[in-house]
């Protein structure tokens, strides 16, 4: 499917009222380059054009629109070949500029690749490519809090050096999770001190708003603010 029988589409599902949402929820791009398409109609739009053989639209980068971008990431979640999704995500990661695309996909796959995904993980956490960054600390909040839980992993996240707001707030939300997770594991990054500032009172902050965190977990937070 070409990218401009993919864009009449997109532009015949425009709406104006979710434009303007879409646009103040992501400020860090141009209003002009988000047409105002819902999720639901672009999950449905990436199905279809990975049924129909997707290479021509994956082939076309950069993309002008962001809901083309968010298609992009949502067709590569269809992949099933671990190696060949990896290869398609390196190759767009550079492309992404903002929040809304690095965290929508959804790669059920990485669950049976862990082993592999978290080399990569090393690898993107390292980048110096904002969303790359942000990526790679999602990846690790999303598939190594539960059981493949290490006490190295928080360590990752802690050690990213990173003034970008986007990579920061992921990692408050990392550490806000993995409060909820595994709680015994992280509280002494907040008792001891060991987050930049910011980002400890961020993730206290969103720890507390959780529903998942104890009210005693949480009084305790609220005194190491």
Known sequence: MLT????KE??????EKFHTFQSRLIPNIPSESIIGVKTPVLRNMA???????????????????FEENQLHFFVLSHIKDYELCIKKIEEFLPYVDNWANCDQA??????????ELLEKIREWISSEHTYTVRFAVKLLMQFFLDEDFSD???????????????????????????????????IPYFEECRLDEWIHRKAIQKAIESYRI?????????SLK
């Open 152 to 186: 190295e992993y928080p360590k990752m996240a802690a050690n990213v050096s990173h003034e970008d707001y986007y990579v920061r707030m992921m990692i408050a939300w990392y550490f806000a999770t993995a409060l909820a997770k595994q709680y015994d594991s992280v």
């Open 10 to 15: 997109l532009f015949e599902n425009r709406d």
């Open 4 to 7: 401009e029988d993919i864009r």
């Open 47 to 65: 199905k279809k054009i990975y049924s129909d053989g997707a290479d021509d639209f994956l082939s076309q980068l950069p993309h002008k629109y």
């Open 106 to 115: 959804a790669f059920r796959l990485f669950s049976k690749h862990k082993a």
């Open 214 to 222: 104890s009210d005693e977990h949480k009084e305790y937070l609220r």
